[in-house]
Structure formats: C-alpha cells, structure tokens
T-cell receptor, first 114, second 112 residues
Framework: GAVVSQHPSRVICKSGTSVKIECRSL??????MFWYRQFPKQSLMLMAT?????????EQGVEKDKFLINHASLTLSTLTVTSAHPEDSSFYIC??????????FGPGTRLLVL | QKEVEQNSGPLSVPEGAIASLNCTYS??????FFWYRQYSGKSPELIMF????GDKEDGRFTAQLNKASQYVSLLIRDSQPSDSATYLC????????????FGTGTRLLVSP
C-alpha cells in the first residue's frame, strides 16, 4: 500500500502557541488530503478536505481560522493549530488519496497542550 | 439514521474462530466500501476494499458486499490475538470530494 508520513508524531506545547503538523505522501501524488481528529475512545472526525493548490473545505463546526490547512504540493499538506488550548489536545491524523483511488492514513500526531 | 452503522461491540471470539464484523449503510448509490483496522493509539490501516457484489478474499480476510441489502461485512478466519483491534467500515460518498464516511467501529477481542 501507499505510504503517508506525518511529523511530528508527538508534540507538547504551551497554551497560546501554534503548532504545525506536516503530512506527506511518500510514493504517490496526493491530489486530495484529509485531516481528521480523534479524541480518546471516540470515532474519527473529519476536519477538512484539501485539494492541491486549492483552499481547504472545512466540515461544519471546524474553525478555519484556528485550523489552517495548506496543501502546497501534491505530496505535502500542513495543518497549523493556531493559539492552541488544552481542549485542542487530541490525536490528529491525515490521510491522502491519489485521484479517486484508495485513501491511506498517516501514523498520526498526538498533540498535548498544557 | 446514521449513514454508516456498526455494532460497537466488543465482539469476543476465541483464538482460531471466525470473527464476523457487519456494517450497513444508508446511501444506496455508494459504490466503494473499505475496511480499516485501528489498534489502540494508532491510526487506521487499510485491510480491504470491495466494489462489486459478492465476496473478495485476501488471506484470512473476506469482505462481503450486498448492495441490494446495503450491507457489507468482514470475516476474519483463524482469528489471532493480534487481530484484537477496532475495525472501521467506510463508505465512499458519491458527491463533492467523495469523502469516506466512517462507521463508529466494532471492537474485536480475540482471546488466546
């Protein structure tokens, strides 16, 4: 299967700071990338969908000014959590897809905001 | 009604048995169906996908699709303790970005 990487795998930050998470497709061109969030013992929650070179489409209830998504190339998308607060602590997972093919997930980034 | 429904479980089976995981979906126009496995604290990994009615086998895994009944299942033969995880059913939508719609997952416990 295709490989998707995420960096960092774990991050701890102070409240009020911003955190950037990178998602890369290593062996294919990801025309579409997705960002999910998952709280403990809960389902995956889709936050936003992004196509390369276009603005991200956010799901209802997700603040686009707080969660900045940039899909600058066919292999890289970034999620920036701005002015992070403890309630933003979660497991953030990206996934990537080439054209209409299968969606593959990155290993996830665990964010802890103190 | 949820778009993709799964029994949350846990489904407990003894080692060596067949585990049967079920999923129903509401969008009759859905064409693509996926099973992901998620270990605790990890991200989902793709197990299988199926597009056509009938069975699709891959090793110990068999996916079954019945579009008329809007039902998809995953059978795991010779279950192993290492199969213990949450299994997510996902259905690809037909509109917009064709996003995957996930069920809440079924937790499988395989006891030695």
């Amino acid at each position: 299967g295709a490989v998707v990487s995420q960096h960092p795998s774990r991050v701890i930050c102070k409240s009020g700071t911003s955190v950037k998470i990178e998602c890369r497709s290593l062996d294919f061109q990801a025309t579409t990338m997705f960002w999910y969030r998952q709280f403990p013992k809960q389902s995956l929650m889709l936050m936003a969908t992004s196509n390369e070179g276009s603005k991200a489409t956010y799901e209802q209830g997700v603040e686009k000014d707080k969660f900045l998504i940039n899909h600058a190339s066919l292999t890289l998308s970034t999620l920036t959590v701005t002015s992070a607060h403890p309630e933003d602590s979660s497991f953030y997972i990206c996934s990537a897809r080439e054209q209409q093919e299968t969606q593959y997930f990155g290993p996830g980034t665990r964010l802890l905001v103190l | 009604q949820k778009e993709v429904e799964q029994n949350s479980g846990p489904l407990s089976v003894p080692e060596g048995a067949i585990a049967s995981l079920n999923c129903t979906y509401s969008d009759r126009g859905s064409q693509s169906f996926f099973w992901y496995r998620q270990y605790s604290g990890k991200s989902p990994e793709l197990i299988m996908f199926i597009y056509s009615n009938g069975d699709k086998e891959d090793g110990r895994f068999t996916a079954q699709l019945n579009k008329a009944s809007q039902y998809v299942s995953l059978l795991i033969r010779d279950s192993q303790p290492s199969d213990s995880a949450t299994y997510l059913c996902a259905v690809k939508g037909n509109t917009g970005f064709q996003k995957l719609v996930f069920g809440t997952g079924t937790r499988l416990l395989v006891s030695p």
